[in-house]
């Protein structure tokens, strides 16, 4: 590519829903109520979490992570997609697009992280119970959480940082509705062969390897299971990891999705579909599977907006009186 066609980004063009106005007004209201039901039930499940005694084990202070990652990883992308799609605008500057990638990563790869390690509390409650309380001690516990997030931020400011060092051709559109790193590299005149080798590095060792470990951790759960001779007991043990389990089948079924829809087919379309199952429909979801599947959550639950409905109806009496 010749040097003259090579220039310093100013802005991008996110092509995700610019097309078939007629529709935006849909598109508009529809994602903006999956964006407020993600972060309500979210916001709801980390609260209760907080404010009940009972829920203060290693498998929820996890979850009330998992939670907080799945709020910031929808709004990395959805309010600017709806401010698009509101203004009819396409715009995204330089600095918007960098920083949505570093934030999308950092929140993308501790999802992955937290997954992992919710998986590893699973293991040690179901094949050593006698020692879950030694094991997942609040310190380690605290420690698996601050490394989860260490681990996501320094590998996605190497995925960011990388991005600088290049030069953009004058075709600065994304088919996408936020700056997916992946459709960015696809612009860039200038090699990408260090960001590309980057990004698989850290995939692997963010994404691949945690992903090893669940299906390590799940089959030595299994074959525990299988050991249980009752099968009252083997129901039990099951219901303890069933939820996370479902919640890992979604989001690494969806993740695979978008790999896939990408390798197979060029259009642009189907990708973006499956992009919309992975970054707003998974975050949605994780709320309604914890909370459906699991009695403790549906009683803190029910506790909390008992509190809730209460106070509220006395702050209306007293304005009223």
């Known amino acids: 590519m010749e040097s003259g066609n090579q220039t310093r980004a100013s802005e991008f063009l996110l092509l995700g829903f610019s097309a078939k106005s007629d529709i935006q007004f849909v598109l508009f209201g529809l994602f903006l109520s999956m964006y407020l039901v993600t972060v309500t039930g979210n916001l709801l499940i980390i609260l209760a979490i907080c404010s009940d005694s009972l829920l203060h084990t290693p498998m929820y ?12 990883f929808t709004s990395t992308t959805v309010p600017k997609m709806l401010w698009n799609i509101q203004t009819q605008s396409t715009i995204i500057t330089y600095e918007g697009c960098l920083s949505q990638i ?13 997954l992992t390690v919710m998986a590893y509390d699973r293991f040690v409650a179901i094949c050593h119970p006698l020692h879950y309380s030694i094991i997942m001690n609040g310190q380690f516990c605290g420690l698996l ?22 030069s953009f051709c004058t075709n600065m559109e994304i088919p996408h509705f936020f700056c997916d790193l992946p459709e960015v590299l696809k612009l860039a005149c200038s090699d990408t062969f260090v960001n590309n080798m980057v990004v698989y590095s850290a995939t692997g060792l963010l994404a691949v390897i945690p992903f090893n470990g669940i299906l390590l951790s799940y089959f030595q759960i299994v074959s525990s299971i299988l050991n249980i001779s009752s099968a009252t007991g083997k129901y039990k043990a099951f219901s303890t990891c069933g939820s996370h389990l479902s919640v890992v089948s979604l989001f690494y079924g969806t993740g695979l999705g978008v790999y896939l829809s990408s390798a197979a087919t060029s259009s642009s379309r189907t990708s973006l579909v499956a992009s919309v199952m992975y970054t707003i429909v998974t975050p949605m979801l994780n709320p309604f599977i914890y909370s459906l599947r699991n009695r403790d959550m549906k009683g803190a639950l029910r506790r909390l907006l008992s509190r809730v409905v209460p106070l509220s109806s006395g702050v209306s009496g007293g304005v009223l009186w």
């Not at 570093?102 to 937290?114: A, S």
Request: with cysteine; net charge negative; glycine share 6%.
């Open 61 to 72: 202070f996890f979850l009330s992570n998992l939670s907080l990652a799945d709020i910031c």
């Open 145 to 166: 959480a601050l490394g989860s997030w260490c681990l996501s931020i320094m590998g996605s400011l190497l995925e960011t940082l990388t991005l600088l060092r290049l």
């Open 102 to 114: 570093f934030f999308f990563i950092v929140f993308g790869c501790l999802d992955n992280l937290l």
